[in-house]
């Protein structure tokens, strides 16, 4: 069974930094691309960064532009986000996701990331 398990949330102040990890196991485990999506309170789950293995460079949404950074391991199992100058806006639960064969997304169980002002 493919899936992906994301790591690394907490709680930190306002203008501090955490990265975020996701990882994907299984044994026909392949993905094309992964990234990262967060939801509030009360909020819609929003896209932040994604990463495509078949090239065209990182997207990010325009609120954490300049701020994270979506990176990947070369083995393409693992994805970060180091997130820098966290704001308070930023506190969500992150989910992970990976497109694996077949059209298929497949999510993480999400980490919680809290910022403090």
């Known amino acids: 069974q493919v899936q992906v398990v994301e790591s690394g949330g907490g709680l930190v102040e306002a203008g501090g930094s955490l990265r975020l990890s996701c990882a994907g196991s299984?044994?026909?485990?392949?993905?094309?691309?992964m990234g990262w999506f967060r939801q509030s309170p009360g909020k819609e789950r929003e896209f932040v960064a994604s990463?495509?293995?078949?090239?065209?460079?990182?997207n990010y949404a325009d609120s954490v532009k300049d701020r994270f950074i979506i990176s990947r391991t070369r083995t393409g199992n693992t994805v970060y986000l180091q997130m820098n100058n966290l704001k308070p806006e930023d506190t969500a639960v992150y989910y992970c996701?990976?497109?694996?064969?077949?059209?298929?997304?497949?999510w993480g169980q999400g980490t919680q990331v809290t910022v403090s002002s």
């Open positions: 996701y990976a497109n694996v064969q077949a059209g298929t997304r497949i």
């Open positions: 299984g044994r026909s485990f392949i993905a094309y691309g």
């Open positions: 990463l495509s293995w078949g090239g065209g460079g990182p």
